[in-house]
């Protein structure tokens, strides 16, 4: 195509245009030499105004161009596009001619997959989360009163000026310290991480806000990196991630120990605000000092109560001493009235009493004497005769009342009684005992007693 040899080209040519009529122009040429045609690519900086209109970026890795599409064609879409979607569209290559800018006026768009960063995001995050950084069982607990506040971001961000007006305004008593580092670009995970390290190693701060404003998938691919979000994890100091708008997630808000929907909304959960923490020791200031002077009144009152009950010692010893004599008094009576009692009934008991009569008990006595006098003496006589029967018993018994009829006891020399003549030998020693002494012997012949049932 030669836009030279365009009859109309020649004719603008001749002309001085203004800026509207050059765009009018150049979109009209546009829309002429392109048909509708599909182009494909990732979604990002998707907008949805309130008109509802789409307003995207459509990009590949090389390049990215301005894209919109109308309410009346976006509801005709069949699914809800989000930042990192791939997909195909259907467009009219034109010009935004109030800005002279080239975009896409979109007609038709369908799904061609989840684009490249966020298919990295999606794996990422399922990774990290499997390994247990995401727990919240792991969170750190954010300081209730921070006393000193740090700042990982751009020192040129937008996010760092409304971080600190935001602080300022909360609490100007506290000292804030930034840790700067890129927020974006191909170095930006790797001084994220540094200065998280400088952080931890100069141990300055009590919680530490991680702020960056929003932007698309790849604008916010350093807080998606892994590098970063293993620092945040491992960090002693509590992390608030505040990293885009409310509708941004990044792997360092689900690593973090709280996740901001903003910058400005980190700041805010960091710390508490002075005016409502004056306000409340205002309230309590009023309280304690409305008690103080609840307890002083009550005090005060005892005390006029006991100034009033209280009397000199002097008087209280008066009152002691007379307390003293009247007891004295009382129990004096006492007595005299408990002696007077016993002594009339005492009286009254002395005509009742009489003489005991002793004879017939003496006369009682010496009858149980006697009897038991008698009783003795024939037990005694009872145990005599069973004794001198026992004795008789035993008599019978007794080895040495056999001796006495003339019998014998033959031991041998080890002293054992001998019963049996075949136990002995000629010309064996053996002791013979009788009724009346011993005497040894010497064995010249033995005859064995016949076996019973002998002829």
């Avoid at 000026?161 to 191909?186: E, H, N």
């Avoid at 005492?346 to 009493?353: E, F, V």
Wanted: net charge positive; hydrophobic share 45%; with cysteine.
């Amino acid at each position: 195509m030669n836009p030279s040899s365009d009859p109309l080209n020649v004719a603008v040519a001749r002309e001085i245009l203004s800026v509207s009529q050059l765009n009018r122009a150049v979109a009209g040429m546009l829309e002429r030499s392109f048909p509708l045609l599909w182009v494909s690519g990732e979604i990002s900086n998707l907008t949805r105004a309130a008109s509802g209109h789409w307003y995207f970026t459509l990009k590949d890795a090389q390049a990215a161009v301005r894209a919109v599409m109308f309410r009346g064609r976006n509801q005709s879409v069949a699914f809800v596009p989000a930042n990192g979607d791939k997909v195909e569209v259907r467009v009219q290559a034109g010009l935004y001619e109030a800005r002279g800018e080239f975009q896409l006026n979109v007609e038709a768009m369908r799904q061609a997959g989840a684009g490249d960063l966020f298919q990295q995001f999606v794996r990422l995050k399922a990774r990290l989360q499997e390994e247990g950084l995401f727990d919240p069982a792991r969170r750190r607990e954010l300081p209730a009163f921070a006393r000193t506040v740090g700042v990982i971001t751009s020192a040129r961000a937008a996010a760092l000026r409304d971080v600190l007006t935001t602080l300022a305004r909360r609490a100007p008593q506290i000292p804030v310290i930034l840790y700067p580092a890129s927020v974006q670009g191909a170095q930006a995970p790797g001084e994220l991480r540094e200065a998280l390290a400088t952080a931890i190693r100069r141990a300055e701060c009590d919680v530490l806000l991680l702020v960056r404003g929003g932007g698309a998938i790849e604008d916010l691919w350093a807080f998606n990196d892994e590098a970063p979000a293993r620092a945040i994890a491992a960090s002693p100091i509590p992390v608030i991630s505040g990293v885009g708008h409310e509708t941004d997630f990044t792997i360092a808000d689900f690593v973090a120990d709280w996740r901001a929907p903003t910058p400005t909304a980190a700041a805010i959960h960091a710390v508490p605000d002075r005016d409502e923490l004056l306000a409340t020791l205002s309230r309590e200031r009023h309280r304690l000092v409305q008690a103080f002077s609840r307890q002083s009144g009550q005090r005060e009152q005892r005390l006029d109560t006991a100034i009033r009950l209280l009397r000199p010692p002097s008087q209280q010893w008066a009152d002691r001493a007379k307390r003293v004599e009247q007891f004295g008094h009382r129990l004096s009576a006492q007595v005299r009235q408990t002696v007077a009692a016993q002594a009339e009934r005492l009286a009254a008991i002395g005509p009742r009493l009489r003489t005991p009569d002793l004879a017939r008990p003496t006369a009682r006595l010496d009858t149980t004497r006697r009897d038991l006098a008698v009783s003795l003496v024939r037990r005694l006589e009872q145990l005599e005769r069973r004794v001198e029967l026992a004795g008789a018993s035993l008599e019978l018994v007794s080895p040495y009342g056999v001796l006495n009829r003339g019998y014998a006891i033959v031991t041998d020399v080890s002293g054992a009684i001998v019963r049996d003549a075949g136990t002995l030998t000629a010309g064996q020693s053996v002791s013979v005992s009788l009724a009346r002494g011993t005497f040894d012997a010497s064995v010249i012949d033995v005859k064995p007693a016949d076996p019973p049932g002998a002829v």
